[in-house]
């Protein structure tokens, strides 16, 4: 018999999936939240885990995201949720989930889908994008010496960037092969000695110093005391000059001890020679990982990506790419492919309501209007992918849960349109 992680934050559930579960014959440890799920997990080593995705810490995705990106996720993990939708069991998939039941839980599907899971062999965890992928780009081939032999002189590392995408993908360039991560998104509560001691010989990641509140400033201030001590290094992205976080409220000490070292990241839409090479290089990324199928993108096809004023950078780019390869119908991808993706988006952008109307409605009503319409222009920006909606919002994926269901934003539909 199996040893189970339950990991829910509703109590009755958690007590009748573990008498359930013990009646098979499988021993169960129970967790509330993420932050006791992470001690369990490193202290039993479960066969199985069955997670919840709503919980107040940290919520079940953004578990998942942590634990496939640190190599933690040597057990088959099943997803559970009372609001579910296709796009979060595809997103949970594509991640490393096993399978994915909806509440409530019957009792046979439970049975059938756990003895299912534990049959399931994990599949060698892929490799993190990084900008190897990219050398042959004059760009990227400058940007990663740049980054390397400032690397090699400090261990805190700022970049200044539009995009979280591109700092991420630098960070992930300098990380050692087999080396811990530790993502700043996923501490919650106080950074501890513990956590700075298993990230030992890795990276501590912070995709934005203007996302982090003060409780994630204080860890800042904690984990650059001890980066030394703990042989890690840390890597910063701001999308912000470090002027307007400073008149924001943050300690002038912090900044100047965080923005010693820094490296601007380069915009695409400053070097639209090096759009056709990266695109190709993206499309062959994809395509070597199974994402997508075969596809190459013909001259007219490039022609057309150079041409293109890139507003979203980065993360535009790869969603443009990885969407023509699944929607072009040909082998080879054309301009007209090109046109019919990024026209398409032009359009929606273009069709922004008049602001006028705000000015008539009380201002609970205006705010809540505007925050509809937000979510609903990123949600269609990000084809409904709520872990790059969270980061564009600079909201924690539970919270993000939250506002969508409070101003009545349909998420599966969404992401289906």
């Known amino acids: 018999m199996a040893h189970i992680l339950v990991v829910d934050d509703e109590i009755g559930i958690r007590e009748l999936l573990s008498e359930i579960l013990a009646d098979e014959g499988h021993t169960v440890w129970l967790a509330e939240n993420a932050t006791e799920a992470r001690r369990v997990r490193g202290e039993k080593r479960p066969d199985l885990v069955l997670l919840d995705i709503w919980m107040p810490d940290t919520d079940g ?16 993990v099943v997803m559970m949720s009372g609001h579910g939708t296709i796009d979060t069991a595809v997103e949970a998939t594509r991640i490393g ?34 900008l190897d992928t990219f050398t042959r780009s004059p760009l990227i081939k400058d940007l990663k010496k740049r980054l390397e032999q ?27 092969p087999h080396a811990p ?30 996302g982090l509140g003060k409780l994630q400033q ?11 001590k703990h042989n890690v290094m840390m890597v910063c992205g701001t999308t912000k000059p470090v002027q307007v976080l400073a008149e924001a409220g943050w300690d002038n000490g912090l900044l100047n001890r965080v923005a010693e070292v820094w490296l601007a990241l380069p915009q695409l839409s400053a070097h639209a020679d090096e759009i056709p090479e990266i695109a190709t290089l993206l499309l062959t990324h994809l395509t070597e990982r199974g994402e997508v199928p075969m596809r190459r993108l013909s001259i007219s096809a490039l022609n057309a990506l150079r041409m293109h004023r890139w507003q979203g950078d980065w993360p535009e780019l790869q969603a443009a790419v990885k969407n023509l390869a699944l ?91």
Request: charged fraction near 25%.
């Open 327 to 417: 929607t072009a119908l040909d082998e080879e991808i054309v301009a007209e492919d090109v046109t019919r993706i990024l026209h398409a988006e032009l359009r929606e952008t273009s069709e922004a309501p008049s602001l006028l109307p705000f000015f008539e409605q009380p201002l609970r009503d205006a705010r809540d209007e505007f925050e509809r319409l937000y979510f609903e222009h990123h949600l269609r920006l990000e084809s409904g992918n709520m872990t790059r909606v969270a980061e564009k919002s600079g909201l924690e994926r539970t919270h993000l849960y939250r506002k969508l269901k409070q101003l009545g934003i349909q998420i599966g539909r969404r992401g289906e349109e």
């Open 218 to 228: 204080m860890n800042l201030a904690f984990a650059l005391d001890r980066l030394d």
């Open 97 to 130: 989930a096993a399978d994915f039941l909806e509440k409530p839980i019957a009792l046979q599907k439970l049975l059938a889908t756990v003895k299912k899971a534990l049959k399931h062999e994990m599949a060698p965890a892929k490799a993190p994008l990084t």
């Open 181 to 210: 991560w530790l993502d700043f998104a996923t501490v919650t509560g106080p950074l501890s000695q513990e956590m700075l001691q298993k990230a030992g010989g890795g990276i501590v990641f912070v995709a934005d110093l203007a």
């Open 61 to 76: 995705i953004s578990l998942l995201k942590e634990w496939s990106a640190s190599g933690l996720l040597t057990m088959p």
């Open 150 to 176: 400032a690397a090699a002189k400090t261990p805190v590392l700022m970049l200044k960037s539009a995009s979280s995408a591109i700092t991420e993908l630098c960070a992930r360039s300098l990380q050692p």
